[in-house]
């Protein structure tokens, strides 16, 4: 990973956006860090979801966590304190790094 | 041998899967894989160059993709291309930009391929000036709009204004010194409260619709799904989606033809647009060129996903 953490101190005022900052919302649905595997279909090339202690197969959508299923905007968890980035924006998980 | 669609996609997006059963269903193969995720390791990229244009492949680890042969590209929501944590700082930076330059560079530029959409008109399509300015163009209504770091111009903006939002230009998570993930909701403000340091960044602030409720359209060539969105206590409507209830609508067409000119202006087959309603008038707030849909309820998905297909089996040459 990049080091996302800078030591030095600002030497400006954050800008007035960043005060407008908001948790994602917990949505029905979410069930935390629960786990599950993916992988493709070699024929079909669709995701194929199981239970990782199991091994069983979950319905895509069912299993908590998935970055896009239920919703455009899926929270990282419920009070946005999990440690990987929400993916990509919300509604909007694309493919670019901005320039 | 049929001509497999290309499906450019994360491996965890069910949105994908629906549209790809429907073409399974239908009999047409497709090849599937994450550029930022799987590649170098588990994609092996040849493409050569020469007078006739570009041929070559790609192997995935369950399909060869010949270059020459795609029959369309469904471009949805794949991995950005991120440096590998297992080199230095550098060679990682430096490969994962070849990888995005190159890799990319090649998956944009498939030749006679039809995209649904193609990543650099979803690129371009992303900023909200240009959706502003191209709705306004196409004869959509649009509520009066502001982006600065002026202190004063938003006092100005705000007095002309019956309520004023505050969006983001551009939705990015956002770290909290104490490790929590934020980011920016639409959301209506009291112009008092904006300092001097707005001068430090681009804001955009929009005149607040009173609006009787929300309508997300999503266009797949020329099929329309108006859904109307109910039910949200706040403005921004993916606050609440426990509250939120949908109806498919009928669009005027007006509006709809106002909708094609966009996607046509911006070389976009595929757009989510968003709208308040206010009396009888669609207000246009913005057009995501890769918008979600797979949450409505069923069975718009179903036909949404049905229609993609649809566009994609049909598709030839250029989008």
Known sequence: MQATHDPSPSTRPRPWGVSRMAPFPKQSGDSGDALYRVHLDPVKQTGVYTDPITHQPIEAGKHGTSKQKASPTAPPGGDGSSASAPTGQPDSTQDWVQD | MTAPVLAVACLDDPTTDLVLDEL????????????????????????????????????????????????????????????????????????????????????????????????????????????????????????????????????????????????????????????????????????????????????????????????????????VFPVRIDGSPALDWRLHYDSLSYQLIEATPAVVKSMRAYLDRLGLVFGAFDFCLFGDEWVFLECNPNGQWAWFDDPIPQQIAGAIADVLIRAKGES
């Open chain 2, 24 to 223: 399974h269903g239908r009999g047409i193969p497709v090849v599937r894989f994450d550029p930022g995720a799987d590649f170098p390791d588990e994609i092996a990229l040849s493409a050569h160059f020469d007078g006739s244009g570009m041929t070559g492949s790609i192997d995935t680890p369950t399909h060869r993709l010949d270059l020459s042969g795609v029959r369309a590209v469904y471009w949805r929501q794949p991995t950005p291309y991120r440096p590998s944590p297992d080199l230095d700082t550098s060679s990682a930076s430096w490969a994962a930009e070849q990888a995005r330059y190159g890799l990319g560079g090649v998956l944009a530029a498939l030749p006679g391929t039809f995209y649904l959409n193609h990543p650099f008109r979803n690129r371009d399509a992303e900023y909200k000036p240009l959706q502003l300015a191209t709705a306004a163009a196409c004869g959509l209504a649009i509520p009066r709009t502001l982006i600065t770091n002026r202190q004063d111009s938003v006092r100005r903006f705000a007095s002309r204004s019956d309520g004023t939002v505050f969006k983001p230009l551009w939705s990015t998570p956002f770290k909290t010194d104490n490790g929590k993930w934020r980011t920016i909701w639409a959301h209506p403000i009291d112009p008092e409260e904006v300092d001097g340091t707005v001068t430090g960044a681009a804001h955009l602030f929009q005149e607040q619709v009173k609006k009787a409720a929300d309508v997300r359209v999503t266009m797949v060539g020329d099929h």
